[in-house]
């Protein structure tokens, strides 16, 4: 397999505006499979305008972007109904995905100890749970692409362990895994890290100072 086979993702020259705020300027990145890349900024650098460019939501107003394959993604803030269980999303998103069943999905709650909440309305559910479920939905078709924002957001730190087993999973069976965070605690889990900035993203040099807790 060649390298440029290998690669699942690649953004080329990104521009994204709203109005006249230009937002991105310019943005690349490329991610290969088996690869975890994390992208990190600042409130207001535009994480989740450049996560909504990857995925197609919001094409960008030039340049040009290449997923390879199945794409997941998982927003910041669950797209979920209120008035429905764990279990009805679960079977919503499986015939929209054209699923034969939710194996996959029951099987990802279990391994992010929440298979008690499938029969609780998501009404019903903590911020974290939501997550939880919003993070099983964007897996559920086994995508090949996966963009995660902010996903460990309200996690417990059982759970945050629990991600970082699921996660790792993916990277051995060949997933391209993207999280856009505002802050990284555990550098050495990312193959690739970058930083967005006035627009573009650049590489970014791993120091003590991202492996602090901050209260």
Not at 78 to 98: D, E, G, I, K, M
Request: with cysteine; charged share 25%; aromatic share 6%.
């Amino acid at each position: 397999m060649t390298v440029e086979a290998e690669v699942a993702l690649r953004a080329r020259n990104v521009h994204q505006a709203y109005g006249k705020h230009r937002v991105l300027r310019g943005a690349d990145l490329t991610v290969r499979r088996g690869e975890l890349a994390a992208v990190v900024g600042e409130n207001g650098a535009g994480k989740s305008t450049l996560l909504t460019a990857l995925a197609g939501i919001r094409p960008p107003d030039r340049g040009e972007v290449d997923v390879r394959g199945r794409l997941g993604y998982c927003p910041q803030e669950p797209v979920l109904s209120h008035s429905l269980t764990a279990a009805q999303h679960l079977r919503y998103f499986a015939a929209a995905y054209r699923l034969s069943g939710v194996d996959r999905g029951l099987e990802l709650l279990r391994a992010l100890n929440s298979e008690r909440y499938l029969d609780t309305s998501v009404a019903e559910m903590s911020g974290g749970t939501r997550q939880k479920l919003n993070l099983a939905l964007a897996l559920l078709h086994d995508p090949d692409v996966l963009l995660l924002d902010e996903p460990y957001q309200g996690f417990d730190w059982e759970t945050y362990l629990h991600f970082w087993d699921l996660v790792q999973d993916l990277r051995d069976r060949g997933k391209a895994i993207v999280v856009i965070t505002h802050l990284v605690f555990e550098q050495e889990r990312f193959d690739q890290l970058a930083e967005l900035a006035d627009g573009r993203i650049h590489p970014r040099t791993r120091t003590s100072e991202d492996a602090r807790v901050h209260a």
